[in-house]
């Protein structure tokens, strides 16, 4: 019963997406169109290589996780989904090329695969970033995760229209492998992080940017971008909202960040430790509910032991969960790291140290409160997100950088 169940949930969504290019007449065959997948990464990508389109002098859609812009017209990405379906991306590709984009740059994730809303757009390149473990519990294991994403570039392969069609791989990845099989003997462009001679704007820090910009250097490549223009839009590179966004640098660092998977708190951990050397490292950190990869959430606490001189725990996405279980997993691993004798990077570790401060708001300003000059305070897990998402579907407004704001106003009074 289940499996028939499953298979007519395939149909539904393969259907949907069949119907959605039909109704907005295959827009995708109008445009030059870039999928990037991959656990980390994508948003970036794609904004670096918005960038450099954009200052050659072309017009450019893109969707991601974070906005949704066409042409000239930018908004926040307020759907829940990174690749949002329903036709969406059917329309929207309309609308890019009645626009008049040339380019179309689209985040595709595990689940959007999963569900086919890949299918029916003729993409003209498929990049891959890199893979670590992520809903694990969504898909039923890494292995099944992994399928998801190689039947993206399976299917750019085998039923995209373009010709060329072009597949940029990340050679440094362990899964690397799996996507040069995927495409059964096509043409593939690896990239790895060698753009050291790049000069790199003060948002690009730490060594996953520069895998970011190695993955948008290719694809720039391949779209003749002179490397002039290349050069100075990674020099100029804003950032992108909500990844390794700096509200303040100076006398200490505030930081907001998205990572929500194990892999990433650790590399923006390390960055931050590497790169600004802060004399105490101050986390604010918690995990979305709803049952989503609780096996994280005791690797959390132990990554935040590893590295925080602080931690505050507080209250992320915990939808129909009850807010203070996934803080207790959390903590879990604290305790587990502490009773292995572990000490945080750059000095002791008292239990002490630990606060759990279930209003978010609270949470950080006790962490500004606490930081000093030549710290760093960083608060994860949120990102650029615009909500907190809560039980019974409710969505409450919400901004890690706007809280930061204002609390640091508070205290320049």
């Not at 017209?73 to 890019?96: C, E, I, W, Y």
């Not at 704007?201 to 490397?227: C, M, Q």
């Not at 807010?323 to 879990?332: A, E, M």
């Amino acid at each position: 019963m289940r499996r028939a169940f499953n298979a007519a949930k395939r149909v539904y969504h393969f259907v949907l997406a069949g119907l959605g290019a039909i109704i907005y007449r295959h827009p995708s065959r109008k445009l030059f169109v870039v999928g990037v997948t991959g656990t980390k990464g994508k948003s970036t990508t794609i904004e670096l290589i918005n960038a450099a389109l954009e200052a050659a002098g072309w017009r450019t859609a893109l969707s991601s996780s974070v906005r949704i812009k066409i042409a000239d017209d930018s908004r926040v990405n307020d759907s829940g989904n990174t690749m949002p379906g329903r036709f969406f991306l059917q329309s929207f590709l309309h609308k890019a090329a009645k626009a008049g984009c040339r380019y179309a740059l689209v985040e595709v994730t595990s689940e959007g695969a999963r569900q086919y809303r890949h299918r029916f757009i003729d993409f003209d390149a498929a990049v891959f970033t890199n893979l670590h473990p992520e809903h694990i519990e969504s898909h039923g294991s890494f292995e099944k995760y992994r399928e998801a994403k190689l039947n993206f570039f399976r299917d750019v392969a085998k039923f995209s229209r373009k010709s060329p069609k072009y597949f940029f791989v990340n050679g440094e990845d362990e899964s690397a492998k799996y996507f040069i099989a995927a495409v059964g003997g096509k043409a593939i462009s690896y990239f790895k992080r060698d753009v050291a001679s790049y000069e790199l704007s003060p948002a690009l820090l730490g060594d996953f940017n520069r895998g970011n910009v190695a993955a948008a250097e290719a694809v720039l490549k391949t779209a003749e971008i002179s490397e002039t223009v290349r050069r100075n839009a990674f020099k100029t590179f804003l950032g992108v909202p909500g990844r390794l966004e700096f509200v303040v640098s100076k006398p200490y660092a505030v930081v907001v960040d998205y990572a929500h998977t194990p892999e990433s708190l650790k590399t923006v951990y390390e960055t931050l430790r590497s790169e600004l050397k802060p004399h105490k490292l101050i986390c604010v950190l918690g995990a979305a509910g709803g049952g989503r990869d609780k096996w994280k959430r005791p690797k959390f606490g132990e990554i935040a032991s590893q590295y925080c001189n602080k931690i505050i725990l507080t209250n992320e996405d915990p939808f129909d969960e009850n807010p203070s279980q996934i803080l207790s997993q959390i903590k879990s691993g604290i305790s587990n790291f502490s009773a292995k004798g572990g000490s945080a990077s750059g000095g002791q570790f008292p239990i002490s140290n630990v606060y759990e401060i279930m209003d978010r708001w609270q949470a950080i300003k006790k962490a500004i409160s606490l930081v000093e000059n030549g710290d760093a305070v960083i608060i994860t897990g949120k990102g650029s997100e615009p909500y907190i998402r809560v039980a019974r579907g409710k969505r409450v407004p919400w901004s890690d950088r706007k809280v930061v704001e204002e609390v640091l106003a508070d205290r320049k009074l």
